[in-house]
């Protein structure tokens, strides 16, 4: 299981890469793994301002739909609009070109809330 280092990671499966004030988000190498064969990303939540834990968009897989999690309050800025050709690269390549949002987040103090990749190792039981 690929957990990387240097990302954080939240209790939805989500992994955080802090750039700045922006944070590109995606589901971990674990929920790509558990939803199987991904077949569609949804986010239809661009240029909008969630709060933390606010639903941002869905996953489809062939097994089932997932919500996905804004981990920080902030706006949405970017989509990855690669994923609407071609989802299935979040299961090849989850941290990398199958991340789904960037969000520029408005407190830096929910940062500290997220989960280290010991923890979240600790929470999928690695």
């Not at 990303?41 to 709060?51: A, H, I, R, S």
């Not at 987040?105 to 990749?117: H, I, K, R, T, V």
Request: negative net charge; proline residues 3%; hydrophobic residues 40%.
């Amino acid at each position: 299981m690929n957990i990387p280092a240097e990302l954080k990671y939240t209790k939805d499966h989500e992994w955080i890469r802090i750039e700045g004030d922006v944070a590109t988000v995606g589901i971990t190498d674990f929920a790509q793994s558990e939803l199987g064969d991904i077949v569609y990303v949804e986010v239809d939540t661009l240029d909008e301002v969630l709060e933390k834990e606010a639903i941002f968009g869905t996953v489809e897989a062939v097994k089932t739909v997932s919500d996905l999690f804004l981990p920080l309050s902030g706006e949405i800025i970017e989509f990855n609009e690669s994923l609407e050709d071609e989802p299935e690269v979040v299961n090849s390549d989850a941290y990398g070109k199958g991340w789904m949002v960037k969000i520029k987040f408005s407190n830096p103090a929910e940062l500290s809330e997220l989960l280290s990749d010991v923890d979240y190792k600790e929470l999928i039981g690695g």
